[in-house]
């Protein structure tokens, strides 16, 4: 297997692409590329993060890491929604003690 990625350090990348068939890769591909024997299992997703892959061209070692994404839509809008109702409870209370109830 191979893989190409996105240099942030000479000791940093950020795994782009992944090649299983290395048979399918020219020999100037696969000097852009790093080598890997193995592959290590994905770390469980979690709500509101992508898991990025890492890799030390240096060493061939991968990890992972989590970066948080934007909210969706759908998210925000219920953000929102939520943000909205508290308002009006927040509203209506103030209103009940204006009139002493």
Do not use: C
Not at 11 to 24: A, N, P
Not at 36 to 46: G, V, Y
Request: net charge negative.
């Amino acid at each position: 297997m191979y893989v190409f990625y996105e240099e942030e350090t000479p000791t940093r990348g950020i795994i782009q692409t992944k090649v299983f068939d290395d048979g399918v890769l020219s020999g100037e591909q696969k000097e852009n590329g790093v080598k890997i024997h193995s592959f290590p299992q994905r770390p469980e997703e979690k709500d509101g993060f992508y898991i990025n892959e890492i890799i030390d061209p240096t060493t061939g070692n991968i990890t992972f890491e989590y970066t948080e994404r934007p909210p969706t839509t759908e998210e925000e809008l219920q953000k929102l929604k939520d943000e909205d109702l508290n308002n009006k409870e927040a509203i209506a209370e103030l209103y009940m003690l204006t009139l002493g109830v």
